[in-house]
């Protein structure tokens, strides 16, 4: 296709990392890069803490559910949506900043996100790898006291990145007809095409290089949509000045 493309379908999350430093022009030059994705209203409502002190990357680890390599990645980040540097900026101008709206709560969330995607394609890009880590959403409140995150700022997740010390093969996706409609949304879902990806599913988690699983996309995705998750993140979100109205 083109490199772009092939770096994309290339993707698959990095959790084990050589010693390998990552300089600082590289992050830098990441970053950079990063910050040109688009952003709503030109908000930029983020704001990424790396995490360099050893005890702090120890506590991270355990409360994410004792994963590893949120201690031992060359580069640990946590990024956050952040509408507190917007109030700093509405009080230069003598403006009271609106708060607690749930449309500032989608904008800010999709805006990192934007951003951390971008992060991980262009270190991918430069060779290196990473996985975001969903689970500093474990005690996020631990995570703003040990980082210092004020309200109108939340961790919304972190990233492991380095330079990878495996090559697993990537997950295959559902097939671009299942996501992908004209005009409508689907009417029902084609149980056939879902049918086909369980067996492509299937035979990714028996034949990829460790745990191995004999496994399903429809049974995973029923067994995790089943439960209660993070069940706290309403309360959270509320303290900190996020999703009130
Ligand atoms: C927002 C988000 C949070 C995630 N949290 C974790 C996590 O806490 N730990 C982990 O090992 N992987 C995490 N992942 C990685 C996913 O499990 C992974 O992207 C998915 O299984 C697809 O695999 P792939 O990235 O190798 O294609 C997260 C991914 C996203 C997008």
């Known amino acids: 296709m083109n490199p772009t493309i092939n770096l994309m379908k290339a993707h698959r999350s990095i959790r084990k990392f050589t010693d390998r430093k990552v300089d600082e022009q590289i992050l830098e030059t990441i970053f950079a890069a990063a910050q040109c994705a688009a952003t709503s209203h030109f908000v930029q409502a983020y704001t990424v803490i790396r995490v360099r002190n050893v005890a702090t990357r120890q506590t991270l680890a355990a409360l994410t559910g004792a994963q590893a390599w949120v201690a031992r990645a060359p580069v640990f980040m946590v990024f956050c949506a952040d509408l507190n540097r917007l109030e700093a900026v509405c009080c230069l101008h003598a403006t009271v900043m609106e708060k607690g709206w ?141 999703f009130i109205k």
């Open 102 to 242: 749930a449309e500032q709560f989608v904008t800010a969330t999709v805006d990192v996100a934007l951003l951390a995607q971008n992060v991980l394609i262009a270190a991918e890009s430069l060779g290196m790898g990473g996985v975001y880590i969903g689970g500093i959403r474990n005690d996020p409140q631990t995570v703003c006291d040990l980082l210092e995150i004020p309200d109108q700022v939340y961790p919304v997740f972190g990233m492991c990145l380095g330079w990878p010390a495996h090559d697993p093969p990537p997950k295959p996706r559902l097939p671009v007809d299942a996501v992908l409609y004209t005009d409508r949304y689907p009417q029902r879902f084609d149980t056939d095409v879902l049918a086909a990806y369980d067996r492509t599913t299937n035979h990714y988690f028996m034949n990829r290089n460790n745990n191995l699983k004999d496994e399903t996309w429809t049974r995973q995705m029923a067994e995790f949509m089943g439960r209660v998750i993070r069940p706290h993140m309403k309360a959270f979100l509320q303290k900190k000045g996020f």
